[in-house]
């Protein structure tokens, strides 16, 4: 009966195929208590079946907030009065104190499907499509797979540096690692450096704090010298101060918030370089630097979270 099913699958064109695989592996991000793991590995194989590709939207503003859809065609039974989409926007308002911000989900509703189908891959959209006829996908909210390309692969010139980035990410999304690595290479801490680099993948698609945390363990059991701070709570980040807690004796690796509320891209600070793994060569510390790290219209808007290695 498997091997029926396997070769009914492999004869089915590609797209088809692609559809079905996702719809296969949604469920598994719907269960209840489901762990973060079990969504960042949907959401990893999701991103091998869309990868980011020449028509990938980065610069509408609308397109890159969201992320998650869902759709739900003409129903009269249901009251839904023409066929249209929904989406979950991730943005970012002032706080209550001040140099603070909180993150804030929106729904958007009526999104036609002609304004869709401008922004997002056809294919794509027909899963989800697709998933709103399925038992007990109805009105289930489907992430939208987004890679970590950049628009502009190179920053202006006026920003890099001769300093060397010593282990680049390439195509992974290993940045925290990578220039964590990258930084204690231009310490003179090759070793260490190593061992981090080597681990990279292991942990890239491991929630950001723990993240952060297993890089700490890693560090300390294999650099006993080292001396590791964290500012991972709202409370320890909001007496985080960047400028007194950056010297060139040590690397201090931070998680920038952007103005849209984005916390995907990881850089380590050594003194005035800013190591990006996404670049051969380290930036000049400054606004600007830290604006283009984020790659949003917004901007850098402050720190989110950072781990200091002494």
Not at 102 to 114: A, D, F, H, N, S
Not at 139 to 154: C, H, M, S
Not at 165 to 191: E, G, I, M, P, R
């Amino acid at each position: 009966m498997m091997r029926e099913i396997a070769t009914e699958s492999a004869r089915m064109p590609k797209n088809r195929r692609d559809i079905q695989n996702c719809l296969d592996i949604l469920p598994q991000t719907w269960k209840k208590g489901v762990e973060k793991n079990v969504i960042e590995r949907v959401r990893k194989e999701m991103k091998t079946i869309w990868p980011v590709t020449e028509r990938t939207e980065f610069i509408d503003k609308e397109v890159t907030q969201m992320f998650k859809i869902r759709y739900t065609p003409e129903s009269k039974q249901k009251k839904v009065p023409f066929d249209q989409f929904h989406a979950l926007v991730m943005t970012t308002e002032p706080g209550e104190e001040e140099g603070t911000t909180v993150k804030k989900t929106t729904l958007l509703k009526k999104l036609g499907p002609r304004w869709m189908k401008e922004r997002f891959d056809r294919k794509f959209l027909r899963m989800v499509q697709t998933a709103s006829s399925r038992p007990g996908m109805y009105l289930k909210w489907i992430y939208i797979p987004v890679g970590d390309a950049r628009q502009d692969e190179k920053p202006p010139s006026d920003l890099v540096t001769k300093f060397p980035v010593h282990y680049t990410q390439k195509n992974h999304d290993t940045c925290l690692f990578k220039s964590v690595a990258s930084a204690l290479h231009h310490l003179n801490k090759k070793q260490i450096a190593s061992v981090i680099s080597s681990m990279a993948t292991k942990y890239m698609y491991t929630p950001v704090d723990e993240q952060l945390n297993k890089l700490a363990t890693i560090a300390q059991e294999h650099d006993s010298d080292l001396l590791v701070t964290k500012w991972m709570t709202r409370k320890r980040v909001g007496k985080f101060n960047l400028k007194t807690e950056t010297s060139d004796r040590w690397a201090l690796v931070v998680i920038p918030l952007g103005g849209d509320g984005g916390i995907g891209h990881a850089i380590t600070i050594v003194g005035d370089l800013i190591f990006d793994s996404t670049q051969s060569h380290a930036l000049t510390l400054g606004k600007n630097s830290l604006d283009w790290c984020c790659a949003n219209d917004h901007g850098f808007e402050s720190i989110y979270m950072a781990v200091k290695f002494a």
